[in-house]
């Protein structure tokens, strides 16, 4: 006869035992999805956690403390420091540090700017508050296959080689996370290059924009044998964000999500000319991070005067006084550069320089009185 409830009550305490109960009598059918709730695990310890466990994708995880987020490979990611001004038609290093504005085979200049992210939108909601920006101008000649218009930031091989990335590898990854608005609505191109030794690319693209329309892009980007980072402080990885390529750099045949050996006239597939001849549209970025992993984590925040201390590396401005039109002294950078810099004043050039201090410059002119000048230091990649 099969025993009663009140057969299973043990005789010494009132309750229902482990040994009482049939080694099949409860199975995860009979068990309603509401009767586990966060209270009735609070106890649980690792030792209850045996076995294989179940895959959890980076994306689901949150609540992680800052201690525990990848580190940014890229510097000035949320466009927060602008040394150079705020917006400027000059080609390369120009405006936002780190990211460098390449254009060629233009009708018109094309202006790089640090603008606001308009509040309400996202990526504004995550935190972030600026963003460069890209105007094209007037480039109604459209393509004559060398037309180019890029955004790089060039990573030390350092960086990469230190990292923790078996570039090796193809099962390790670094993931690249950004937020994108493109005035006008198509899909853009851009591309990784390992610019150290035996160069390679890792060309990818954006998918289809809406126009005016932010929006997020990950990438997870797998190692390769092919790649090398040699430890030292020059170029070793490019992000490339590229509004437009020319044809004499694309090419159709080409594969993207995957490494491919350097080819200049191969950079990414063809682009479309829309965004191009479009007059005065334009593309921005904000949100731009690089990390170990294959996973797109939070952004990882820093305060601004973290962000200008990695600025300074490469590049770094001061305003002089001079008194009787003559000053001899011993500056010192607020942090080692990458290089020795190249110096540029509004006044005579340095009589020496060394990457931690610049030493013995003077300035000259008729006035005896106390006068001004401004010098930079560049060692830009």
Not at 197 to 220: M, R, V
Not at 319 to 345: C, D, G, K, L
């Amino acid at each position: 006869m099969s025993q009663t409830k009140a057969q299973l009550v043990d005789a010494v305490d009132g309750s229902i035992v482990a040994a009482d109960l049939a080694a099949d009598c409860v199975t995860t059918a009979k068990v309603a999805n509401s009767a586990i709730t966060d209270a009735k695990i609070s106890g649980l310890t690792s030792s209850k956690l045996t076995g294989a466990l179940p895959a959890i994708s980076g994306a689901a995880l949150t609540g992680i403390s800052s201690a525990g987020k990848a580190k940014n490979l890229i510097i000035n990611g949320a466009m927060q420091v602008a040394q150079r001004g705020t917006s400027s038609t000059t080609n390369g290093y120009a405006s936002l540090d780190r990211f460098r504005n390449v254009y060629s085979n233009v009708d018109e200049n094309v202006t790089q700017s640090q603008v606001d992210v308009a509040s309400g939108t996202t990526p504004y909601t995550l935190g972030f508050r600026k963003a460069l920006k890209i105007t094209n101008g007037n480039q109604t000649s459209g393509d004559n296959g060398n037309t180019n218009i890029q955004i790089w930031q060039r990573i030390e091989s350092q960086y990469i080689a230190n990292s923790g990335w078996n570039y090796l590898s193809a099962s390790s990854y670094v993931t690249l996370q950004f937020w994108v608005k493109s005035s006008v609505a198509q899909n853009f191109n851009c591309y990784l290059l390992n610019e150290d030794t035996t160069q390679n690319t890792y060309p990818f693209e954006t998918g289809s924009l809406t126009a005016d329309t932010w929006t997020k892009i990950t990438k997870t980007i797998p190692g390769n044998s092919n790649l090398t980072f040699v430890n030292d402080s020059g170029a070793g990885l490019r992000v490339a964000i590229c509004p437009f390529n020319g044809t004499n750099r694309t090419a159709n045949s080409l594969s993207n999500d995957t490494w491919v050996t350097f080819d200049g006239s191969n950079l990414t597939r063809d682009n479309t000319t829309t965004w191009l001849t479009t007059n005065d549209a334009t593309f921005e970025i904000t949100g731009v991070q690089l990390e170990l992993g294959n996973a797109a984590t939070d952004f990882e925040n820093l305060s601004f005067g973290d962000t200008l201390a990695q600025c300074q590396r490469y590049y770094h401005s001061v305003e002089q006084a001079v008194w009787n039109n003559q000053i001899y002294q011993n500056h010192y950078f607020p942090t080692t550069m990458r290089a020795n810099p190249s110096i540029t004043s509004t006044s005579t050039g340095p009589d020496q320089v060394r990457k931690s201090n610049w030493y013995g410059k003077r300035a000259t002119g008729a006035n005896t009185g106390g006068i001004s000048f401004n010098w930079t230091a560049d060692a830009e990649l």
